[in-house]
Structures are given as C-alpha cells and as structure tokens.
C-alpha cells in the first residue's frame, strides 16, 4: 500500500492526541508491539494492525445519524442505544475477555462508535447483514447480540486469514462469545475474491458494512459489488467511510448521504451510510 507509511504516522500522532504521547509512546515500545510497528513502518506490512475500540466521540451525531438513515425519529433511537448502554453483562464480557487477550491495548475496549451497528440492526431487524474486516470482531459481536435479541437474522462476515491477532486467539472473531455465533457465518480470504460470491447467494441482503481495507479503490470494488443485491430498503454502512465515494454513489441513486463523526478527534467523519428508498438499484453503475 502505496502511502501506508503516511498514514501510519497520522495514526500515531492522532493518538498522541488523543490519548496523550506517554501513553502511546509506552505502548509502541514493547517489545512485541515495536516490532509490529517497525515492520509496518519499514516494510510497510499492514497485516500487524492492533484495532483499538476508543469511547464514542459524539453521541448526539450517532443518534442523529441512526435516526436519518433509517428516518425514525430520535426516541426510538436513544432508546436503543440505552438498551445496549445498560448491558453490562453483554460489555463486561468483551472488555474481559479483551483485557485479558490484549493487555498490552493502551485503551480498555469500549463499545465507542460501534455500538451504531447494534442499534441500527435493533431498529430495523434484518434477515441477512454481510459485513467485511472482522478483526477482533466487536462488530460482529454487536450484530449477533442484536439478532439474538430480535430473535432474528443472521450474519456473514469477510476477513483474510491472518491478521495481528492475540495469540489465544483462534482466528478472526475471537470476541464473539459461543453461544452468538450459530446466526454466524465467517469467511476467511480477500473481498475481492469472496465477496461477488456471497453478495450474491445471500441477496437480497438487508445491510452491508463495509470495515476491512479502507482504501477508496477496495470501498469502491465493495459498495458497487453490493449496491445490486442490496433489498429493496437496505443499507449500505461503512466505519472510515470515504465521504466523497459515498456522496457520489448516493448521488448516483439520487439518495442522500449520512455520516457521523468517529471516535478520533481528528477525523471529520468515520461512520457513512446511505439506505436505499425501495426500487430497483439499476441506476448504479458496476464494475
Ligand atoms: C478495521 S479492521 C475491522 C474491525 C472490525 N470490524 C472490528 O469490529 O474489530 C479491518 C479488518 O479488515 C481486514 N481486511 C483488510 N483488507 C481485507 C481484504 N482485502 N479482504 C478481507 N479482509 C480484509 C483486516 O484483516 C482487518 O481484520
């Protein structure tokens, strides 16, 4: 990847930021976590990527956000929200289970900006949600324990085979306690190879979440694989959303566009979507 070293640096200084440099500074020099880094720098390897799950930025643009896509006012919303807020045994798990695989996290795992996903499937109880980037799988996890409580749906989900994971881990989506994952469906390997596939043996597909490479070509090869096996109301959601790229395809469709800040102060948005208003997408182009 072409400007990996770049935005490798970014990252570090927007956590600086962020999180303060003693913080990060302490975390970059074990030596476990050095040399990952150093491989990414130097060889510009972006396997070794440790996900952090940062505290939510804005609620309020969350909410606004949920409530747009969907077009449901803001109770309904922020009564979601208060449902997943409150579940302290559903987050006591996963910060548990975190601390204890990834103890050399400079941040505890939160639910943060994620917490999106559980509302969003809470709210509109799809049958099938395909969602790309795995990783430690808090999205995943988010999902399922949306669907469990719908008593619905069920989940596919992409990820390549080997990522910076905790060495307990079994693979992608050690998170995701046992007793979620029979709605589960996991894939290993690249998008570009699985996902024309399993767009197409699971439409119509009611939400897609795009989270694994976020460059604007992958974004791009994922929406528009997508965008025809979408139903008839389905949504189309990406965390570090390319906001132009989503612009010009809601343009395409004559939709509009929402977003929601991130979890990084720096970011001017990290959550997209757009939600299909019922006809045909054949206005879209394909690749
Ligand atoms: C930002 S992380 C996903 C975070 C995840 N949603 C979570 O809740 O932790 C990005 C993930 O995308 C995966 N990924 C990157 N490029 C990919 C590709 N071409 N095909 C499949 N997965 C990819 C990486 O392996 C990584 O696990």
């Not at 449901?72 to 996963?94: H, M, N, Y």
């Not at 050399?104 to 943060?112: E, I």
């Not at 049958?127 to 990783?135: A, F, K, N, S």
Request: proline content about 7%; overall charge positive.
């Amino acid at each position: 990847m072409k400007n990996q070293r770049l935005r490798m640096l970014k990252r570090y200084l927007r956590a600086a930021i962020y999180y303060g440099p003693t913080r990060v500074l302490g975390s970059l020099l074990r030596p476990t976590s050095l040399a990952a880094h150093l491989r990414r720098l130097i060889r510009e390897d972006s396997r070794p990527a440790m996900n952090l799950y940062p505290p939510s930025f804005s609620r309020e643009d969350e909410e606004r956000f949920c409530g747009d896509l969907l077009g449901i006012p803001l109770e309904r919303v922020r009564e979601a929200f208060k449902e997943i807020d409150g579940d302290f045994t559903f987050s006591g798990f996963l910060a548990e289970r975190y601390r204890r695989f990834r103890p050399d996290s400079p941040v505890g795992l939160h639910l943060g900006r994620f917490s999106v996903w559980y509302v969003l499937v809470r709210l509109s109880r799809p049958r099938v949600v395909l969602e790309t980037g795995v990783h430690d799988g808090l999205s995943s996890a988010l999902i399922l324990h949306a669907m469990r409580r719908n008593g619905s749906g069920r989940l596919i989900s992409i990820d390549l085979p080997s990522v910076d994971l905790p060495p307990q881990a079994e693979g992608p989506g050690w998170l995701v306690e046992d007793g979620l994952r029979p709605r589960w469906t996991l894939h290993l390997g690249d998008v570009r190879k699985l996902l024309p596939r399993l767009a197409l043996e699971n439409s119509p597909l009611d939400i897609f979440l795009h989270d694994s490479d976020h460059s604007r070509e992958v974004q791009e090869f994922e929406y528009r694989t997508v965008l025809p096996h979408l139903g008839p109301h389905g949504l189309l959601v990406s965390d570090d959303a390319q906001a132009d790229l989503i612009n010009e395809i809601a343009g395409e469709l004559s939709l509009r566009a929402n977003f929601a800040m991130g979890a990084e102060p720096l970011a001017r948005f990290a959550l997209g979507g757009i939600r299909l208003a019922g006809g045909p997408q054949g206005k879209t182009r394909s690749r």
